[in-house]
């Protein structure tokens, strides 16, 4: 055992209540974060005269090199500390002497826990918009591709409307986009730096917040200091911004699941990217559109884990906030992962065309078209809703489709229909006469298109980089 706070104690620690009470194992991920925290930190104090020049530089040098070892496998972070902090700092005494008992002058476990774990936050927020970019530019490209692949559009899981793969692919486009703007959001309003608020209440040494807090590339210095030791919120958003993104995910998923079988027969995942059975030979399983999905509820029970141990928490810091770690690494670790698998199996996804553009000429898609058409003729609309109902009860009796009769049929259910009602309910009329923005129509999803290469090729300005 090697903790930083002995001297009140008269016992040691029993060894079950040591190992419920450090958190080593699951913190040591904030190595490097503790590290420049802790660097900024003292470089601050040199300035304000707190320490020396001299000092500032054996700690840094030391600080270094913990790092250096660290990363390249020499020092290990072994369950000896009670956390990664004690870790660094018995590391940094051992390394340089008396210096190093110096760096923690003017700050609490509190404070530095609290800008770890927002540097941390920070980096993945980034990494996060990284991946969701990646995924929205194989989105972009297959939307780009299949402008004139028809599909049935559904309500209900019934064919509705028919439309196309490029407009399918566009309603996710619209949903990761926000999921990005949401990073940017919650980055920007998380910018701010609580180190120097102490254990709750600041500290008497005269510490330039605002010093530390560009050296870090914060926006700024946090204004309430047992907030800043006591505030998660920017990890709750940012575990709600994954859930979201999670739930995305689990949705395209189980639409890749539903194209994938049998039935559908839609797409082909790459062999890359799906699993066979131990049993059955003929099986292609889509394991990762599953994983995904299943996946989902871990992130979920991050988000509801944390804003659980949050809410009875008086001010200001409790250990129960050691308690924001675990899962939400887990689930940071968890979205990053699938955002980058789905986007492999997406970008490898095959589409069987023709069977698409089958199944949207089945299940009486233009059904709203020949309507339209009725009411182009003259007709009411409530009026045409009532004879195509007529005409689509007389093709399932006949087992057939409204395109497959012949005119003297459609005439027998309404004297208005002509000729042109052939050219009218066409697959390809259907799809292209749909010309509001948002809609499939080749025009305006062109237009669309545009808007989202300008909106790709456009860098995600960061505040402070
Ligand atoms: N391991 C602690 C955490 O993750 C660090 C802060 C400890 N502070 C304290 N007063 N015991 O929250």
Request: charged share 25%.
């Amino acid at each position: 055992m090697a903790q930083l706070w002995g001297g009140r104690f008269t016992k040691e620690t029993d060894q079950k209540v040591y190992e419920f009470n450090a958190s080593i194992g699951f913190d040591k991920r904030l190595y490097r974060q503790d590290i420049e925290g802790s660097i900024a930190h003292v470089t601050m104090l040199a300035k304000q005269g707190i320490l020396t020049v001299e000092e500032k530089a054996a700690i840094i040098d030391g600080l270094n090199s913990i790092l250096a070892d660290v990363e390249n496998g020499k020092l290990v972070i072994d369950y000896k500390y009670e956390d990664i902090h004690s870790f660094v700092e018995a590391n940094l005494i051992d390394r340089i002497g008396d210096a190093g008992k110096k760096l923690h002058t003017g700050r609490s476990r509190n404070d530095q826990v609290a800008l770890d774990m927002r540097l941390y936050t920070r980096l993945q927020v980034k990494e996060v918009d990284e991946l969701l970019k990646e995924l929205l530019e194989v989105i972009l490209n297959t939307m780009e591709e299949n402008v004139e692949t028809y599909m049935p559009g559904f309500t209900h899981l019934q064919k509705a409307q028919p439309t196309t793969l490029a407009h399918h692919y566009g309603a996710y486009f619209e949903m990761f986009k926000r999921d990005r703007l949401r990073m940017y959001d919650i980055f920007k309003r998380m910018n701010y730096c609580p180190l120097g608020a102490g254990a709750l209440a600041g500290t008497t040494y005269p510490l330039d917040r605002d010093y530390t807090a560009q050296l870090l590339g914060f926006d700024g210095p946090t204004l309430n200091s047992m907030d800043s030791v006591a505030d998660r919120d920017y990890l709750i958003e940012f575990l709600s911004a994954l859930s979201t993104v999670m739930m995305h995910l689990s949705r395209f998923s189980e639409e890749v699941i539903i194209w994938n079988s049998n039935e559908y027969q839609f797409v082909e995942i790459d062999d890359a990217f799906s699993t066979g059975s131990s049993i059955m030979p003929q099986k292609k399983n889509p394991d990762i559109a599953e994983l995904v999905r299943g996946k989902t509820g871990r992130v979920y029970g991050a988000l509801v884990s944390l804003l659980t141990t949050m809410k009875g928490l008086p001010l200001a810091y409790n250990k129960d906030m050691q308690e924001d770690k675990e899962m939400a690494f887990d689930a940071f670790d968890t979205a990053k992962d699938c955002i980058s698998l789905f986007t492999g199996m997406l970008a490898t996804m095959k589409f069987r065309k023709e069977r698409m553009a089958t199944s949207a000429m089945n299940g009486f898609t233009n059904a709203t078209d020949a309507a339209d058409y009725l009411v182009n003729k003259g007709m009411p609309f409530r009026d045409a809703h009532g004879v195509i109902g007529r005409l689509v009860l007389y093709c399932i009796e006949k087992n057939t489709s409204i395109d497959a009769l012949s005119l003297e049929e459609l005439q027998s259910i309404s004297d208005m229909f002509e000729e042109d009602i052939f050219d009218a309910v066409s697959l390809k009329t259907c799809v292209e006469k749909r010309l509001t923005l948002g809609a499939p129509g080749p025009d305006v999803m062109q237009q669309v298109i545009a808007l989202h290469k300008e909106y790709l090729a456009t860098e995600q300005i960061w505040l402070a980089e």
